[in-house]
Nanobody, 125 residues
Framework: VQLQASGGGLVQAGGSLRLSCAASGRIFSGYSMGWFRQVPGKERDFVAAISWSSGFTYYADSVKGRFTISRDSAKNTVYLQMNSLKLEDTAVYYC???????????????????WGQGTLVTVSS
C-alpha cells in the first residue's frame, strides 16, 4: 500500500483545510487509517483515526470538535476536514495505515505500517 497525502497549505487562523490521503493498493476491511502531525524537534502526535470497516472515529483532545476524519471506500481515500484552525495546528501532517485495526491502540504511531509523505499545514495569524 502506498499513501499519497495532499491538501496542505497556508491558511489564516479560524480558516479551514481538507487533507486527502489516497491509497494505491487495496485497503482491506481490517485496516485502520490515521492522521498524525509533527513539528520540528517534537514527536509525531496522533490527530485522528478511523476504522475502515465500521467508520468508527477517534480524535486527539486538541482537535475534537474541529477536525473530522472520514473515508471513501470507493476512492480508497481518507480525508481530514480541519475547521477553526489555530496557530498550534501548524505542522506536517502524515496519513498512515495499520493493517490490523486495534481499537485501543489507534493512537500509537509505531503500529502503523504504511505512511504517506506528509503535507505541510501552516496556520497564520
Amino acid at each position: 500500500v502506498q499513501l499519497q497525502a495532499s491538501g496542505g497549505g497556508l491558511v489564516q487562523a479560524g480558516g479551514s483545510l481538507r487533507l486527502s490521503c489516497a491509497a494505491s493498493g487495496r485497503i482491506f476491511s481490517g485496516y485502520s487509517m490515521g492522521w498524525f502531525r509533527q513539528v520540528p524537534g517534537k514527536e509525531r502526535d496522533f490527530v485522528a483515526a478511523i476504522s475502515w470497516s465500521s467508520g468508527f472515529t477517534y480524535y486527539a483532545d486538541s482537535v475534537k470538535g474541529r477536525f473530522t476524519i472520514s473515508r471513501d471506500s470507493a476512492k480508497n481515500t481518507v480525508y481530514l476536514q480541519m475547521n477553526s484552525l489555530k496557530l498550534e495546528d501548524t505542522a506536517v501532517y502524515y496519513c498512515a495505515a495499520d493493517r490490523n485495526y486495534r481499537p485501543g491502540k489507534v493512537r500509537e504511531f509505531s503500529l502503523y505500517e504504511y505512511w504517506g509523505q506528509g503535507t505541510l499545514v501552516t496556520v497564520s495569524s
